[in-house]
């Protein structure tokens, strides 16, 4: 049980591009997810908690605009990356939140040419 | 702010050795430790630690903590080469329910 997945498994896109990753949580609903951030080499960063029916919380310097997060149901949350650029480039993962526990999607490796 | 820094950044061993992965941390309201493995996607659970002085065990895998030093450790013994990952220590603190991630260990195992 408490499977989460997340779709693409990776994308290449154009710099400029907008590009949406998707969270699911398969057998469970999750008030709550959570999205990460990591670069090659780097630990894991989280970039914001996503709270169902509610607004986003960012963590202190990533851009609310730029990283657009939407938790429409209790088992979906989706982050849309607008206007990537190279720089954005990494592997974003998300977790939910399910009996105090976070349980991690596979990730989305993202490459912005 | 809270803070995770775990030690050695990246580790090579023989195989059938035994590692010891630190991690030490600084959090405010402490919740509980964890330890992750990550091999080449996302990571998964390994241990959840929230009292002082007492040993989880899973086959080869052992974790402690010990919260009035701030400090706890993975320990492997008789390492596999599919031990080989990177081993994440992510702290969680009460009030909310993120996580702190630390650079990890890169444990590299070889036959």
């Known amino acids: 049980g408490a499977v989460v997945s997340q779709h693409p498994s990776w994308v290449i896109c154009k710099s400029g591009t907008s590009v949406k990753i998707e969270c699911r949580s398969l057998?469970?609903?999750?008030?709550?997810m959570f999205w990460y951030r990591q670069f090659p080499k780097q630990s894991l960063m989280l970039m914001a908690t996503?709270?169902?029916?509610?607004?986003?919380?960012?963590e202190q310097g990533v851009e609310k605009d730029k990283f657009l997060i939407n938790h429409a149901s209790l088992t979906l949350s989706t982050l849309t990356v607008t206007s990537a650029h190279p720089e954005d480039s990494s592997f974003y993962i998300c977790?939910?939140?399910?009996?105090?526990?976070?349980?991690f999607g596979p990730g989305t490796r993202l490459t912005v040419l | 702010e809270d803070k995770v820094v775990q030690s050695p950044l990246s580790l090579v061993v023989h195989e059938g050795d035994t590692v010891t992965l630190n991690c030490s941390y600084e959090?405010?309201?402490?919740?509980?430790l964890l330890w992750y493995k990550q091999e080449k996607k996302a990571p998964t659970f390994l241990f959840m630690l929230t009292s002082s002085g007492i040993e989880k065990k899973s086959g080869r895998l052992s974790s402690i903590l010990d919260k009035k030093e701030l400090f706890s450790i993975l320990n492997i013994t008789a390492t596999q080469t599919g031990d080989s990952a990177i081993y994440l220590c992510a702290v969680e603190a009460r009030g909310n329910e993120k996580l702190t991630f630390g650079t990890g260990t890169r444990l590299t195992i070889i036959p």
């Open positions: 057998d469970f609903q999750a008030t709550t």
């Open positions: 977790s939910a939140l399910h009996a105090n526990e976070q349980f």
């Open positions: 996503s709270n169902e029916g509610s607004k986003a919380t960012y």
């Open positions: 959090v405010t309201n402490f919740r509980s």
